[in-house]
């Protein structure tokens, strides 16, 4: 794998373990990938609310920090577009974030080691 060093995905494997909306979102998108979606999509796929889902990719005042969001850490990247007239932003692996699939397969199996204990 190349782009984070192993303290970063330290880190991103902590905030997988403990934001299971964050989890969810980066995995949404791996299977989604290349397409871009909106928010409502991820959040109606996941079972999350918008607000969650939105803290979880760009960080927000309340809940998820910015510096634990998936955007931060490069994983994902966002953009206007126009639907039907109307702005809407939509999310996207970066070539980054698809490279780091291994992410969700460590959380995965830490999480099959701490229910065995």
């Known amino acids: ?11 991103i494997r902590r905030v997988f373990r403990r934001r299971w909306v964050s989890r969810d979102a980066f995995s949404y998108l791996h299977i989604v990938s290349p397409r871009k979606v909106s928010v409502v999509e991820i959040a109606g796929s ?11 990719l760009r960080g927000i005042s309340t809940g998820y920090r910015e510096e634990e969001s998936l955007e931060h850490f490069g994983l994902v ?4 577009q ?15 974030g698809f490279e780091e699939k291994g992410l969700m397969e460590n959380v995965d199996a830490d999480q ?3 229910s065995i204990k």
């Open 1 to 11: 794998m190349c782009g984070l060093d192993e303290t970063t995905r330290i880190i």
């Open 77 to 80: 990247t966002h953009e206007k």
């Open 112 to 114: 099959k080691r701490a």
């Open 46 to 56: 996941i079972g999350a609310s918008r607000t969650s889902v939105l803290g979880a």
């Open 82 to 96: 126009v639907v039907n007239g109307r702005p809407v932003t939509v999310y996207s692996l970066t070539r980054q």
